[in-house]
């Protein structure tokens, strides 16, 4: 399984930007998929997870409201909204996939993409 994050970039806060992250080489739709960030000098964060459909989303409270979860199985892709950007924000990010169940927690991903940096400024 290969994933691909793109879409981030140079964001002032209270800005908004929009990553995407296409999987290949396995059945999208049998992916759970989530969205991580790293900061510098810090643990990686977990931030949002999505079921298999898309109708299921748990989110960590450090984004809740301000970032949206969402999938396109036909396109195999998913994505993270960030609305309200702020400078603390700013972090490689991460969309990661897993087999089996969802669940609304942060749980152990089988695989990774290669980070996207986000930087926002104050």
């Known amino acids: 399984v290969q994933l691909q994050a793109s879409g981030g970039g140079l964001a002032q806060a209270g800005g908004s930007l929009r990553l995407s992250c296409v999987v290949s080489?396995?059945?999208?739709?049998?992916?759970?998929m989530g969205w991580f960030r790293q900061a510098p000098g810090k643990e990686r964060e977990f931030l949002a997870t999505?079921?298999?459909?898309?109708?299921?989303?748990y989110y960590a409270d450090s984004v809740k409201g301000r970032f949206t979860i969402s999938r396109d199985n036909a396109k195999n892709t998913v994505y993270l909204q960030m609305n309200s950007l702020k400078p603390e924000d700013t972090a490689v990010y991460y969309c990661?996939?897993?087999?089996?169940?969802?669940?609304?927690?942060?749980?152990?991903?089988?695989?990774w993409g290669q980070g996207t940096q986000v930087t926002v400024s104050s």
């Open positions: 080489g396995r059945t999208f739709s049998n992916n759970i």
């Open positions: 990661a996939a897993k087999r089996g169940a969802w669940v609304p927690a942060n749980v152990r991903y089988d695989y």
């Open positions: 999505i079921s298999w459909s898309g109708g299921a989303t």
